[in-house]
C-alpha cells in the first residue's frame, strides 16, 4: 500500500513515485546459447541465473527478466524470444527461472561459430523505447558466426559476457548510454571466462557482475 504525504500535492507525489519505479527498475535480458553443446555447461548457467538475480536485490535493484535463446539461424533453426504471458519481461523470477530450467537443447553449427550476434540484436529490438535501464547478459561456449557487429539502433547500459576465450570485444560495437539518456563514449562490453560457473560463484564475483549493472542507474534523479 502506498502511503501518502497529505503536504505533497498527490500529483507531484505520482510524478516521484513513478521516476522512483523507473530508477530501481532494471530490464535484463539473458542471453543463452541453446544448442546441444553447452549441455554440460548449462546446469552452471542456471544457477549463476540464480545467484545472479538474487545478489541484484543486495544493491536494491528491481530487476524485469527476459530471455532469448541462440539458435544455429545458418542452419534454419530461429532464434527464441520467450514470452512470459503477454510481454518478453517478467518481474516473476520463480517465472523465468521455471522457463529457463526447461530450455531445450539441440542442434548448433558444425564449425563451432552460433548465431550471437543475431540473438543479440533481436534481444535488443525487444526493449522498446520506453524503457531507459537496459542490460544484457549472454552466455556462450561458442563465438559469433559474424567476426564484427555494430548495435547502435538501441542503445544499451550493459553488456556482459560469459563465453569463451575466443569472443572478443573488438567482435561488438555498442552505444552504451547513461543514467540522465547521454552517450557514454568510454564504456564497453564486460567479457568473462564462462569456465568461471563451473565452479562455486564466489561473493566478490557476483559483486563485479552486478555492480555494473547498479551503476547504469546512477544519478537517475527521483525527485530528491
Known amino acids: ?17 513513478k521516476e522512483k519505479n523507473q530508477a530501481f527498475t532494471l530490464y535484463l535480458d539473458f542471453i543463452i546459447d541453446g544448442t546441444a553443446s553447452m549441455y554440460t555447461v548449462y546446469p ?87 524503457e531507459r535501464n537496459h542490460a544484457i547478459i549472454v552466455f556462450s561456449d561458442a563465438y559469433g558466426s559474424n567476426d564484427y557487429a555494430e548495435y547502435f539502433d538501441h542503445p544499451i547500459g550493459q553488456a556482459i559476457f560469459f563465453t569463451t576465450e575466443k569472443m572478443s570485444e573488438e567482435d561488438f560495437r555498442f552505444a552504451f548510454i547513461n543514467a540522465d539518456g547521454t552517450i557514454n563514449e568510454e564504456a564497453s562490453p564486460m567479457f568473462l571466462d564462462i569456465r568461471q560457473i563451473l565452479k562455486p560463484l564466489s561473493s566478490q564475483m557476483i559483486d563485479n557482475v552486478v555492480k555494473p549493472l547498479k551503476d547504469i542507474m546512477k544519478g537517475v534523479s527521483i525527485g530528491a
Open 1 to 17: 500500500m502506498t502511503l501518502w504525504n497529505p503536504e505533497i500535492p498527490i500529483d507531484i507525489q505520482e510524478t516521484l513515485m
Open 44 to 130: 552452471a548457467v542456471y544457477f549463476a541465473a540464480i545467484h545472479l538475480i538474487e545478489a541484484l536485490s543486495k544493491y536494491e535493484i528491481y530487476p524485469r527478466l527476459g530471455m532469448t535463446i541462440i539458435r544455429d539461424e545458418k542452419g534454419g533453426e530461429e532464434t527464441e524470444l520467450i514470452h512470459f504471458d503477454s510481454s518478453y519481461f517478467t518481474e516473476d523470477s520463480a517465472q523465468f527461472l521455471k522457463k529457463m530450467k526447461n530450455i531445450p537443447l539441440y542442434g548448433g553449427g558444425d564449425d563451432g561459430k552460433e548465431s550471437v550476434h543475431t540473438a543479440i540484436k533481436k534481444s535488443l529490438a525487444k526493449f522498446g523505447d520506453a
